[in-house]
């Protein structure tokens, strides 16, 4: 099968694809439902609208920000709910978005003018679980550089801590990308125990052996 008949055959997945993407544009011209759904420190913290935490999760900033999220999204997703099921997939997304908001909540909890929106956690988290599953798939980051999933997910996570505990100043959510990557791998080896003990077998098998 192809990557559209596996994602045809992948309800939430596509749902997600779908969502995202209709509400986003919606939300482009349109800036009172941004501020209706937009992650607002101050306003969950002074009205608890704790809501905030998933439905900034289906808007992104501009058309190159959703492409970007729905990107990964599209070649990740379908394996993985695959893999998991429809119900384990859903559990891993949604867990890795509540996850990405309250790690971006306890960097920014000081800070009552943070706003912030985008898929960016659950996508993290997607992708970090679909490498325990499948640490030797290869992706090219930035199209071109082969590398195994394994090893970019392990970057990734790196980069973001570092990131995140800089406070770098680059417009990304870099907390949400490190909160939703670490809950993606959490879940896996909560409720998969079989994945990482195969993921380390596939490293050592990976290793040579001694004369």
């Not at 008949?5 to 992948?10: A, F, G, K, Q």
């Not at 969502?19 to 209706?36: E, M, T, Y």
Request: proline share 4%.
């Amino acid at each position: 099968m192809n990557e559209i008949e596996i994602l045809l055959r992948s309800p939430a997945t596509l749902a997600l694809l779908v969502s995202n993407v209709v509400i986003s544009i919606a939300a482009f011209n349109n800036a009172k439902l941004v501020d209706q759904l937009l992650y607002d420190i101050g306003r969950m913290r002074r009205n608890k609208e704790w809501y905030r935490a998933v439905t900034s999760g289906f808007i992104h900033g501009d058309p190159f920000h959703l492409f970007m999220n729905m990107l990964a999204l599209y070649f990740m997703g379908p394996y993985l709910e695959f893999t998991t099921g429809t119900f384990g997939f859903l559990v891993i997304y949604f867990a890795a978005l509540l996850a990405g908001s309250a790690w971006t909540y306890m960097d920014h909890f000081r800070d009552m003018n943070y706003k912030a929106l985008g898929a960016s956690g659950a996508v993290s988290g997607i992708t970090t679980a679909a490498a325990v599953f499948y640490p030797f798939a290869e992706i090219r980051l930035f199209f071109a550089l082969p590398m195994p999933l394994g090893v970019f997910a392990l970057c990734y996570i790196v980069f973001s801590a570092w990131a995140s505990r800089s406070n770098m100043r680059d417009g990304i959510g870099h907390g949400a990308h490190l909160g939703g990557a670490l809950a993606g791998i959490a879940i896996v080896c909560l409720f998969w125990p079989e994945a990482p003990q195969g993921a380390w077998e596939q490293f050592m098998a990976t290793l040579p052996t001694s004369l």
